[in-house]
């Protein structure tokens, strides 16, 4: 077992040789770019404590970190290789992307820091609530209009049309929550087949909801669930 079990890779904790590559590197650089960041090792205590966490892929608490660093590092530490950046480069990239489109990413975060915000308000808060979304939706569109491909912008979009389609299915308002559907390119299958059950248990035409749902998701996937 060779390495430092703070910053070790699971394929290197579960001694698995032909899974070690630029990947497990890229594993690494992620842990020291956690402690830059939060001034916290990635995992903590005895050495063989942490080896064992490293076997069992565990992540650490990525909470504290900036949306768009979160984003890398999370990426980085992925308990799986082929799903972290292939190597050094392209993390390394992933980084000067991020000092590069720093404002594009401050708008980001403050869209995420007023999404949390929103998930935690009560139906009684309905007008500081559509307050919450217009400023989140504002700052995540601001930020793709700086970076088109920001990726924490880009999920943090998705996630807030997620939550107002949660609200307005939960408010009765299905209508309302195939507008912001519509607006996903790709919806969750889950999601599309929880609209069609709420269109028809009201009796709406919801025809024109499944040929949304046919372009955006296949017209195979989608049969195959509704």
Do not use: K
């Not at 910053?7 to 040789?17: G, K, N």
């Amino acid at each position: 077992l060779v390495g430092t079990p703070v910053y070790m890779a699971p394929e290197q904790a579960q001694v698995a040789p032909g899974r070690i590559g630029p990947a497990t590197d890229v594993y690494q650089l992620g842990g020291i770019l956690y402690e830059l960041v939060t001034g916290q090792r990635p995992r903590q205590g005895a050495p063989l404590r942490a080896a064992l966490l490293a076997s069992r892929g565990v992540m650490p608490d990525l909470s504290a970190m900036p949306q768009g660093l979160r984003a890398i590092c999370e990426r980085a530490l992925d308990p799986e290789p082929e799903r972290r950046y292939p190597d050094a480069g392209a993390f390394a990239q992933a980084l000067r992307d991020h000092l590069q489109h720093r404002e594009a990413e401050r708008l980001a975060d403050e869209g995420w820091q007023r999404l949390n915000t929103l998930r935690s308000a009560t139906p009684s808060q309905r007008r500081e609530a559509e307050r919450l979304g217009a400023e989140c939706a504002f700052a995540f569109e601001q930020a793709l209009q700086i970076w088109p491909e920001s990726r924490a912008a880009l999920e943090g979009r998705h996630a807030l049309v997620l939550w107002q389609v949660g609200r307005d299915l939960e408010a009765d308002a299905p209508e309302a929550a195939e507008a912001h559907l519509a607006r996903l390119t790709d919806p969750p299958i889950d999601l599309v087949v929880r609209m069609s059950m709420t269109f028809e248990q009201a009796n709406l035409d919801y025809s024109a909801f499944y040929a949304r749902a046919f372009e955006t998701i296949g017209d195979q996937q989608t049969a195959e669930v509704l």
